[in-house]
């Protein structure tokens, strides 16, 4: 198949990074990428997804990940999976042989390995630049459920209405469902069989860079996970810290360990993220060097300062990400063309070991099995975000009163960089803003 025509049935279908922020998948469709790479790192701890659909469908997610490499002309493909998802490699084994370009790259039990830049790294030993994309490396990044999403798009003329969702936590019967995107999040957890505390707080993603959520918001392209935590769970707690009293405890406690930077997965990459420079210069309000500050821009955000390195419990991560949005307010770009100092050779010391990870969040006791549940679950009403995805939004083609079945497209891709969004129900549309149109069930012809 000829890029550009894989491109247009990408977007056409509403196929984005089924996690993170949703990049559109034709827009990594390049002839640069000699080397295709499928995500199957399952990087925070807790989520299960990504390894249980690969076991489930390896392959159409195999074939379709094929098709990828040889539409983009690359060499090699390259799976990346922890060693310890045995039942998930062995499903592998029995397709990738079929496939000269395929190859598998057994991974470690440490955080952060679904980083894409480590990810990269750890399989084929090409560092990005700061603040660089992988294709400047010749790679392009995949993670599974984008796979398979276009599987369906291609082979089944299928377009992305559903959503695969790991419910973890403080649920009855923690599992992966599968639900209409645009369904609430409480819809999503009900597939669990409800929450087992009186005052729950949903977590949305995973509990290393995740975000408290709420019951009343929509399932959208790119939601995971939901952890479902009591109020006063230290993982709920740091996250509803405020910034001016992390700095001004960071400016009375902080002991200049730099475990911070010592552990900082991109730091030890090369890249000039340094979090102990920066909460020494924050914290004293030091500006004589704007580079700590600056360089705020290469912080992945991944967390491993502040869930896991500092011994004060600070909040580095925090205050990166708030520095951040700052310099993206005010307009100042991130630095170009920074060259990566030479990989850390302490960097295999220094990662991160998944299981005293999930024991120092407090999340040991939640490490269950949560299956897989292919059925889909209905929805009595959805709200299809417009915006689901990096890029310009969708742009509705409904109106109030219009009758939609599921599979309809109901808003097209905008100019630019942008993908369609589709009904994953039959019903009657009673809302459209600029933001999102919601749909009713009620009856209809299912076409998927």
């Known amino acids: 198949m000829e890029i550009r025509e894989l491109q247009n049935i990408l977007r056409e279908s509403g196929v984005v990074g089924a996690g993170g922020a949703g990049f559109p998948t034709y827009g990594k469709l390049t002839a640069s990428a000699d080397t295709v790479l499928l995500n199957c790192a399952e990087c925070e701890p807790l989520l299960k997804l990504h390894r249980q659909l690969l076991e489930q469908h390896a392959q159409e997610i195999t074939e379709m990940f094929h098709e990828l490499a040889q539409t983009v002309g690359a060499s090699e493909a390259v ?21 000269p370009e395929m190859r598998i790259c057994l991974l470690e039990e440490a955080y952060p390995m679904g980083d894409e830049v480590v990810l990269i790294y750890e399989a084929t030993g090409r560092v990005v630049r700061p603040g660089g994309l992988p294709v400047e490396q010749g790679v392009a990044v995949f993670n599974v459920e984008t796979v398979y999403n276009a599987f369906r798009a291609v082979h089944r003329q299928k377009p992305v209405t559903d959503k695969y969702v790991s419910i973890v936590g403080e649920v009855s019967h923690p599992r992966t469902v599968r639900v209409p995107v645009g369904c609430t999040l409480d819809e999503a957890v009900a597939g669990a069989g409800g929450v087992t505390v009186k005052h729950p707080v949903y977590f ?10 709420s019951g009343s918001e929509p399932v959208t392209k790119t939601t995971n996970a939901v952890l479902v935590l009591p109020e006063d769970h230290p993982v709920i707690r740091k996250k509803r810290r405020t910034p001016s009293i992390d700095l001004k405890r960071a400016a009375s406690i902080c002991c200049q360990c730099s475990t911070c930077t010592d552990l900082c997965p991109r730091h030890n990459l090369g890249h000039p993220i340094d979090p102990a420079r920066f909460m020494r210069a924050a914290s004293n309000q030091d500006f004589q060097d704007l580079n700590p500050y600056v360089n705020a821009a290469f912080c992945s955000s991944c967390g491993v300062c502040e869930m896991y390195a500092c011994p004060q419990s600070l909040a580095p991560r925090s205050l990166l990400a708030d520095m951040k949005a700052g310099l993206r307010k005010s307009g100042v770009r991130p630095p170009q063309g920074v060259t990566p100092a030479p ?3 302490a960097r295999d010391y220094r990662k991160v070991p998944e299981e005293r990870l999930t024991a120092r969040l407090g999340l040991t006791r939640y490490d269950r099995e949560a299956p897989l549940d292919g059925t889909l679950r209905p929805a009595a009403r959805i709200r299809l975000l417009l915006s689901q995805h990096i890029g310009a939004p969708a ?8 009758a939609v079945t599921r599979g309809q497209m109901v808003a097209k891709p ?10 994953g129900i039959c019903g009657t549309v009673t809302e459209v803003t600029d933001r999102y149109i919601e749909i009713i069930a009620g009856k209809g012809r299912a076409e998927l």
């Not at 905008?414 to 009904?423: N, P, Q, Y």
């Open 79 to 99: 799976i990346g999976i922890k060693k310890s998802y045995v039942r998930t490699v062995s499903a592998l084994q029995e397709h990738i042989r079929h496939f």
């Open 204 to 213: 949305v993603g995973g509990p290393m860079m995740g975000r408290i959520g």
């Open 343 to 345: 990989v850390s050779s």
């Open 395 to 402: 742009q509705a083609i409904v109106r109030p009163g219009d």
């Open 414 to 423: 905008a100019e630019g960089l942008s993908v369609a969004v589709h009904t």
